[in-house]
């Protein structure tokens, strides 16, 4: 049994991250959260992209009394991001959030503290504990500066915090914006504590740069067994983050019913105009949910030998393009036709699987 099977399991809505194999995967809204009907379109959107947790920031009682109807209109659980003001991590419990994201060192009253620990317990909502390399406390920065210690350290102040009202329901992050120092943190997090982690590597930067610093960070601790959830920060859309978990996830065969698509890097031997056509069935792949390998590769050269393991795909070729499924040709089309003739194939195969599924 891998790390992340052995701890604590916290219920999020219909949610259950940690104490099983199962990875779960997170973005955050960057709408302003008071515009309910654009934050509930972003929150739909990735929904549909595979997103099954949404956090949303609560900067002011507008964005607070924006979470009743954000919660009842969400089709994932939503979970309040706040800071400093104990007063709308209240509300948001009202509200009926389905989980908080709070910094207790960020509330220094223990009386308010109390009050929201209290609230969410009644509530049967978890917290998550979000300690971050750019926001640790200053005594800490100054004592072992930014450093996976410091890291460690304030982790446990803000557990300790939480333990002493006898709250358990956690959920952990140790982010920094170095992956080197995320990897350690989290080691040393799955030794020291049972909580779930929830995997992250902040400030990670555009979408190609910060796809990369992540993969490169959270992968590591993927392949050991470590991390209950996920979120891949990316500047700009949060549609990328989506698809760069799944990608991730895939790469390690922790992702379930998500599709993959396998494309050759194109050479001076491809006979098509093969990015388009990748890019739509990128897309076209989006919002399917059953385990399918599509293959696009620019010739026939070594290209089907090479995907072979596909389920279904199109290669180009001088007289026409292949169709190819489990390895064998099933068809010569016109290049203009390959597109078409692969999401029929892609639909077939869906309904299959589909079936076996459900
Ligand atoms: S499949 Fe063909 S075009 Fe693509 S990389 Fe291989 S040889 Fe080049």
Redesign the pocket.
């Known amino acids: 049994m891998n790390i992340r099977s052995k701890t604590n399991q916290v219920t999020v809505k219909n949610i259950k991250i940690g104490g099983n194999d199962e990875i779960i995967i997170q973005s955050m809204t960057t709408t302003k959260t008071h515009n309910i009907k654009e934050t509930i379109n972003q929150i739909t959107k990735l929904a549909n992209a595979g997103c099954q947790i949404i956090r949303v920031a609560v900067l002011g009682y507008e964005d607070a009394n924006s979470l009743k109807e954000i919660v009842r209109l969400s089709p994932i659980p939503v979970v309040a991001d706040i800071h400093y003001n104990f007063h709308f991590a209240l509300d948001a419990i009202k509200a009926g959030v389905h989980k908080l994201r709070i910094n207790p060192g960020n509330i220094s009253d223990p009386k308010q503290l109390k009050e929201i620990v209290i609230a969410a317990k009644i509530a049967r909502i978890p917290i998550r504990i979000g300690v971050n390399s750019g926001s640790l406390p200053r005594d800490l920065v100054k004592k072992y500066g930014v450093s996976e210690k410091s890291m460690i350290e304030a982790a446990q102040r803000h557990i300790d915090i939480l333990e002493k009202f006898n709250f358990h329901d956690i959920v952990l992050s140790l982010k920094s914006s170095d992956p080197m120092m995320a990897i350690k943190c989290y080691r040393t997090a799955s030794k020291k504590w049972k909580y779930p982690l929830h995997l992250g590597v902040t400030e990670a930067g555009s979408v190609f740069n910060g796809a990369i610093k992540s993969a490169a960070g959270l992968g590591v601790l993927l392949n050991e067994g470590i991390g209950n959830t996920i979120r891949i920060s990316l500047s700009g859309d949060p549609i990328h983050e989506i698809r760069a978990c799944k990608t991730l996830l895939n790469s390690f065969k922790l992702a379930k019913n998500i599709p993959n698509l396998i494309a050759?890097?194109?050479?001076?031997?491809?006979?098509f105009d093969m990015l388009p056509i990748m890019e739509a069935i990128e897309k076209y792949l989006e919002n399917i949910r059953v385990n399918i390998n599509v293959a696009i590769?620019?010739?026939?050269?070594?290209?089907i030998g090479?995907a072979a393991h596909a389920d279904v795909g199109i290669?180009?070729g001088r007289k026409g393009g292949l169709l190819f499924k489990n390895g064998k040709v099933i068809k010569t089309l016109p290049q203009e036709k390959l597109l078409e003739a692969l999401k029929q194939e892609i639909d077939i195969i869906v309904k299959e699987k589909e079936k076996l599924i459900y």
């Open positions: 050759c890097p194109t050479c001076g031997r491809i006979e590769l620019g010739c026939p050269v070594n290209g090479e290669a180009g």
